[in-house]
Structures are given as C-alpha cells and as structure tokens.
C-alpha cells in the first residue's frame, strides 16, 4: 500500500518552456503533500508543503512565481516549472503524508528528471 | 530540524552484515526514519522508530536507537547485491501547522555490496 505515482519520469524541453510534474497518491489520501529537489549525489531539499485546498509553504530561497504548487484534491498535486531554464534541470521528488498520528511518514514518488536546454 | 550527519561511503561483501549510522541534534526529535534509493528512483521507506524505542527489528533490518546520544544506526544482516543503494536517515519533530511532519534528511550513505 500507500505508493505515490509521479509522472513524467523524465523530461527534456527547451529553455523557456513550463513544465508540469503530477503526484498522485493512488492508495491513500495525502491531506499533505512535500515537493524535493535532488542534485547529484546530494541529499533531498524541501521546496515547499502543500495542504490540500490551501496555499502552499515555500522553504526560503525557494521563489513561489517560479515554481507553482497546486494540490487541489486530497490525491494530486502539481508543481509547474515555469519559464524553465538550465539552471533548473534536477531530480523533483514528490512525497504524500496521510492525515493521522504525527508518526504517519511520508511516501515518495520515483522523480522527475527535468533536463533544460 | 535540523542537523542529520551520515557517513557518506560503505562497502561490504555479499553475506555479511552492513550497519550505516546517523547522528542527529534535534532532542526533540518524535520519529527517526531510514529511506532506501536506488539510481534513478524516489524513496523507498524501509523502517521508522519512535524516539521512546530503543531497538526495531524487521525481517533483515535493526534500527538502534540511543537517544541520549542522539544516535541511530540501521544493521542489514545477511547483505546482498540488491541491498546497494543510497541509504537516508531523516528525523521529524514535532512541529506544528505547515512544518508538521516535514523530514529533515542527512546527506545519504552509498551502501555497495561486492559479491
């Protein structure tokens, strides 16, 4: 149980585009949703908290304008990459948290790699 | 948070046992996780420990936990080649609103298994 999907695995477009990576919680309901960002071999980077039906927090440093969360229901969220480029391309994780005991850990989808042109 | 130490690198043979620690500050730590990743993948949860628990044990997996020192360690018995793969120590504190449950990760430790 509590497996996350995240889509697409892999994207490679050009410099300026916005990109859109889904999270889906397909066996559970993330009432809390986390966005990642990975560099290689480094560890995960919060870039922000989603509470479903409510605006998310962003980590400091981490610019809301460029990288909008949506987390409309209490199975998906959305982080759009907006006016993506190079500087942008890294692994995005995406993880869902149940509502529950604080103990509930977080389950996490298998990435995105996002490559810029 | 905040701070979560691991050694970066270890290597062992097939067959005997792997134990990865982890340190970290916050006392006031509630949960204290260990995350599998493998090369292109998310992250895989393999066991958590509540901070009053002293030992876990799953299957292949021992989680130790010494509170007083703000030590934790996960021995893998019985290692194989399948076990090598990044290994993540995260601790969540208590929190409150947004921050409630949020993850603070150490840096990884690359588990290589040589046959």
């Known amino acids: 149980g509590a497996v996350v999907s995240q889509h697409p695995s892999w994207v490679i477009c050009k410099s300026g585009t916005s990109v859109k990576i889904e999270c889906r919680s397909l066996d559970f309901q993330a009432t809390t949703m986390f966005w990642y960002r990975q560099f290689p071999k480094q560890s995960l980077m919060l870039m922000a908290t989603s509470n479903e039906g409510s605006k998310a927090t962003y980590e400091q440093g981490v610019e809301k304008d460029k990288f909008l969360i949506n987390h409309a229901s209490l199975t998906l969220s959305t982080l759009t990459v907006t006016s993506a480029h190079p500087e942008d391309s890294s692994f995005y994780i995406c993880?869902?948290?149940?509502?529950?005991?604080?103990?509930?850990?977080?389950?996490f989808g298998d990435g995105t790699r996002l490559s810029i042109l | 948070g905040e701070d979560v130490e691991q050694s970066l690198f270890l290597s062992v043979r097939e067959g005997d046992s792997s134990v990865i620690n982890c340190t970290y500050t916050d006392s006031s730590s509630t949960y204290l996780y260990w995350y599998k990743q493998e090369p292109g993948a998310g992250l895989q949860l393999l066991t958590y420990i509540f901070s009053n628990m002293d030992m876990k044990q799953d299957q292949r997996l021992t989680v130790l936990l010494n509170k007083k020192d703000k030590h934790l360690s996960l021995r893998i018995a019985d290692t194989q080649t399948g076990d090598s793969a990044i290994y993540f120590c995260?601790?969540?504190?208590?929190?409150?609103?947004?921050?409630?449950?949020?993850?603070?990760f150490g840096r990884g430790t690359q588990l290589t298994v040589w046959p």
């Open positions: 993880s869902g948290r149940e509502l529950g005991p604080v103990n509930q850990p977080q389950h």
């Open positions: 995260a601790e969540s504190s208590p929190g409150r609103g947004s921050t409630l449950g949020r993850l603070y």
